[in-house]
């Protein structure tokens, strides 16, 4: 699926080739020289995996690692192994796949926090790393004779992957997991117009990138997929008593779960609001806040909890390997996002036969069918939230016939293979 064709605007300029006098446009196929250069299969990627966090990109980039070789894609991997002696959880995954070929690639230092000065000694300190990591890649990338280069948007990964395909002769693709806003570093503004393909993981994020003045044509949706096996999240009998048991709930509660860093846009708020109405006329409930406080806010939201009367009604369980068993052991499952750029745990829910209650924003809405696999609410509004909520805490059966439609939407439309062969066809379409 393609955004539909317009001409760039002109804020973002044509690709000059002055950064390296000795190579002209890489789709000319052509080198300064005049001759033909060699044009390399799109049939043998390279993935740029920069953050030692195995979190959601990483996660969508290692399935489609499994995945890509049983559609002819040969597929290598240089990623960060994580301090010496301790490898990061995303190098031990990306090296569990027997199908991936990994090479083991230290980046340097993300520029991420900290004032200007701060910055400038990181990237002093990290040169050395920078520039073994581009020389190395692109003797790799020749050496494997590798068509594709793909990397997400950050700023490491698209400045070392828009070099390394410059200087080797291979395609560069980013692949686009969040909203593309003004916060973006500037070379990474920059790459993004000057590569061969940008892929979107939901048409809000593509839009995103419209509206920033990329080209349309430039842009490929490929919708997320379930990274997990689709079993894993099928509900056991043995559930109901686990959670019971694990969370000291009322075994006659119902029980609601969001799986969600701890983060303002994730909707904590809106949904203790919402809670606090509901539990006028619902008081048995109890709701199972699953994920890690990535930003500082856990004392703040239990005092909210407390002002709002439900502290005995919420669960902070913070970070759990088990989420998924935690998911489709509730009733309901709840994240009232503000433009959650596609929203993984929507179909993990949706996988486990839950009805999911979101926001209509962002992807949520072109995962979940509102009044078929779940109900969304009009954006930040807290009496709509509360009332399909209490929607499905009246009505049972109502959660039985979204979760059975969620599941089977899942199946036909998320699982890893469709992302696969999707994203199989976008490096084909760039031969």
């Known amino acids: 699926m393609r955004c539909s064709d317009a001409a760039r605007p002109g804020d973002i300029p044509e690709q000059s080739d002055s950064m390296f006098p000795d190579v002209t446009s890489r789709r000319s196929g052509a080198y300064a020289d005049g001759s033909m250069r060699r044009r390399r299969s799109v049939d043998r990627v390279l993935f740029i995996q920069s953050s030692t966090s195995f979190v959601a990109d990483a996660q969508v980039h290692a ?8 559609l002819g894609i040969t597929v290598h991997v240089a990623i960060n192994p994580g301090p010496v002696g301790r490898p990061s959880k995303s190098f031990e995954a990306f ?19 900290g004032g200007w000065w701060a910055k400038a000694k990181v990237a002093v300190l990290t040169i050395p790393a920078f520039i073994g990591a581009v020389v190395g890649l692109t003797r790799y990338v020749r050496r494997h004779e590798i068509g594709v280069v793909h990397c997400t948007e950050k700023t490491r990964e698209t400045v070392i992957g828009f070099i390394v395909a410059r200087l080797s002769g291979a395609r560069l693709v980013v692949h686009l997991h969040v909203k593309v806003e003004d916060w973006f570093s500037m070379p990474s503004k920059w790459v993004l117009g000057h590569v061969d393909q940008l892929i979107a993981i939901s048409e809000f994020v593509a839009g995103s990138a419209v509206e920033m003045g990329y080209r349309p044509a430039s842009i490929s949706v490929a919708l997320n997929a379930l990274t997990s096996p689709v079993e894993g999240f099928r509900r056991q009998p043995a559930d109901r008593d ?7 709930a009322d075994p006659d509660a119902a029980v609601l779960c969001i799986a969600a860093r701890l983060n303002p846009w ?19 409930f109890v709701l199972l806040a699953i994920g890690r406080d990535d930003s500082g806010i856990l004392d703040e939201l239990r005092a909210a909890t407390v ?3 439900i502290d005995q009604r919420v669960r902070f369980a913070g970070y759990r390997d088990d989420a998924a068993r935690v998911i489709r052991s509730s009733d309901v499952f709840v994240m009232p996002s503000a433009e959650e750029p596609f929203g993984l745990v929507y179909i993990e ?15 949520a809405q072109e995962i979940v069918l509102d009044g078929v696999t779940g109900l969304l609410a009009p954006i930040n509004d807290v009496d709509a939230l509360a009332e399909r909520l209490l929607l499905l805490l009246d009505d049972s059966e109502l ?15 998320f699982l890893p293979d469709r992302l696969a062969a999707d994203v199989a066809a976008i490096y084909r379409s760039l031969e």
């Open 63 to 70: 399935s489609l690692c499994e995945h890509l070789p049983a």
């Open 242 to 248: 686990w959670v019971v048991n694990e969370f000291g």
């Open 399 to 413: 959660g039985e016939r979204l979760g059975t439609a969620g599941r089977a939407r899942v199946l036909e439309h």
């Open 266 to 284: 994730k909707g904590h708020r809106y949904l203790f609001e919402a809670l606090a109405k509901i539990s006028k006329s619902h008081p048995n």
């Open 307 to 309: 002002a709002l009367g």
């Open 349 to 363: 829910a949706m996988a486990a036969e839950r009805p999911v209650v979101a926001f209509r924003s962002g992807g």
């Open 95 to 113: 090296s569990a796949i027997p199908v991936a070929h990994v090479r083991p690639t230290r980046f340097g230092v993300p520029l991420v926090g």
